[in-house]
């Protein structure tokens, strides 16, 4: 009984120590989870308002959630009188070795996470980085996969293509298709301007403002070298490309023009025979 007494007394100490701050911790604990999870829920708001990146959205919101989380049970363990000092120390020094060990790793998240802030391509453009060009299939943490016109897959580190030069081909609505088409020096550029522009006017895809450039841009060896320059919309320029070369060489056959091909005049001269 005695011993009991003893357990019975123990406990009630206990509890009058400490019953209070578990019950306030308690509370302090509820009530942080819910502003937490009401915080997440206006971050998750401003950022869809902002239109910002499915995998930038999913991203904050997971480390928001861990770092207020993180914070919330550090409070909790000081209210209820755990030495959080060596605690916070002992965590420091680990992310320290840990972020040394995975310095490349944490170059590409950082790359990352400046990738899908500051939006320099996104999911659909077509790039040109690191010697690839491709459409963005997916921009991840920690890499951007590609997709080449050929059907391959490239996997480029983000840490590299946020510090990198990179160009986006398609960013802007609006392309200006340059070409460049030769005719023969005996052939009238007047005609070949003309013929050029009627082909030209005839595709719709073509835009009439600004009006296309048709320049004499060199004398070649063998052929007059016009260059062409139309614009279109950026969706449409391989079309208008192709097209172009394809609708100017049959133009060029029924009106007589000549598209030559690199030759040359060879003289032999006859000499003394050998004696």
């Known amino acids: 009984m005695e011993k009991q ?11 009058m120590a400490y019953g209070g701050k578990l019950l306030l911790a308690l509370l302090v ?21 902002s239109h910002a990146e499915k995998t930038l959205r ?11 989380k993180g914070v919330l049970l550090v409070i909790i363990a000081s209210m209820v009188g755990v030495e959080t000092a060596s605690l916070i120390a002992l965590l420091g020094a680990a992310g320290l070795a840990v972020g040394l060990a995975l310095q490349g790793s944490l170059a590409n998240f950082a790359g990352g996470v400046l990738i899908l802030f500051f939006k320099p391509f996104k999911a659909g453009d077509e790039i040109e980085a690191q010697g690839y060009r491709g459409v963005v299939e ?5 890499n951007t996969i590609l997709k080449t016109r050929d059907n391959e897959v490239v996997v480029i580190p983000n840490g590299i293509l ?6 986006n081909i398609f960013a802007e609505p609006t392309r200006r298709v340059d070409m460049t088409f030769s005719i023969s020096y005996e052939d ?4 070949a ?5 009627q082909v030209l006017d005839a595709n719709p895809k073509v835009f009439s403002t600004p009006p296309a450039d048709i320049f004499v841009s060199a004398h070649g060896e063998s052929a007059i070298n016009l260059l062409v320059r139309p614009w279109c919309a950026s969706k449409d320029y391989w079309e208008v490309y192709f ?29 003394r025979s050998p004696v």
């Not at 007494?5 to 509890?15: E, N, P, R, S, V």
């Not at 009238?188 to 005609?191: A, F, G, T, V």
């Not at 301007?193 to 522009?197: C, T």
């Open 5 to 15: 007494q003893t357990l019975m007394d123990g406990a009630t100490a206990l509890l």
């Open 29 to 49: 604990l509820l009530g942080g989870w819910w502003l937490i999870g009401r915080a997440l829920y206006f971050l998750d708001r401003g950022l869809a308002r």
């Open 58 to 68: 999913t991203f904050l919101h997971s480390f928001t959630n861990i770092l207020l």
């Open 138 to 142: 997916e921009i991840q943490i920690f």
């Open 162 to 167: 946020s510090n990198g030069c990179l160009k």
């Open 188 to 191: 009238d550029i007047l005609k």
């Open 193 to 197: 301007r003309q013929v050029i522009r």
């Open 243 to 271: 097209g172009t070369i394809e609708e100017l060489k049959l133009a060029f056959d029924r009106e007589g023009i000549t598209i030559p091909f690199p030759q040359r005049d060879v003289h032999i001269k006859a000499g």
